[in-house]
């Protein structure tokens, strides 16, 4: 099984999350401003930020280019300062392409850039939850 996580983060949140993530599947995390090379995963994570409502459009345009051929499926972890926005736009493009998008998503308040201290133990603890279950439907 092949497992790949992918982040954007603008004040660090999400890579400290895709930091967290990383270590608890043992697979290195790639930043998508680096425009990572995925092929044949089985599992793909992504892990985002929220900015005036929508993802931001780097991971827009990334995920536009992903077919089935570089990910079967992908899960979605996301932080807003609100805590509940969805990344609507990307699971839409990803199952316009053919990408399978687990149902369940992960959501968690990030605050607003270093206000708040997330993500926390707690954000990270109940993320690393989400993970595991994930992983149940490989
Ligand atoms: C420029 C900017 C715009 C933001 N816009 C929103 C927003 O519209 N709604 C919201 O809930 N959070 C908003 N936030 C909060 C971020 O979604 C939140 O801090 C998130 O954890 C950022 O992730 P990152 O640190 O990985 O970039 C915004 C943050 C920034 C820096």
Redesign the pocket.
Known sequence: MKISII???????????ANAISKELNVSSENIKTNPKLEDVDLLYI????????S?PVLIEYVKELTKRNAKKAALIT???????KPIEVREILENNGIMVLKDEFL??????FFGG??NKKDIMNATNFVRETLKTL
């Open positions: 982040y954007y983060s603008m004040t660090g949140h999400s890579k400290k999350m892990i985002s930020g929220i900015y005036g409502d929508k931001s932080s807003s300062g609100s805590g509940t926005t968690y308040s990030g605050g607003f850039m997330h993500p």
